[in-house]
């Protein structure tokens, strides 16, 4: 992968990112671009371990599909 390529790739996922709901973009961060622990998250949250894997989910769920419209159809946000 080149340094073009992985460029492109880094701000797909930003903006991709920026579309998605407060609560989860700040998880899918914490988790996914942090590395903080779900434990730790939960606590920094106020929330059960298992809220935070749901959000989770359902961030990267988001993110996945917002991706993919951008890559398949060539949608512009």
Do not use: W
């Amino acid at each position: 992968v080149s340094a073009q390529e992985n460029s492109e790739d880094m701000e797909l996922v930003r903006k991709a990112m920026s579309h998605l709901p407060d609560r989860q973009r700040l998880v899918v961060y914490l988790k996914d671009i942090a590395g903080y622990p779900t434990e730790e998250i939960a606590t920094m949250l106020s929330i059960s371990e298992n809220h935070v894997r749901t959000i989770l989910s359902r961030g990267r769920k988001s993110l996945r599909d917002l991706i993919m419209k951008i890559q398949n159809y060539g949608l512009q946000f």
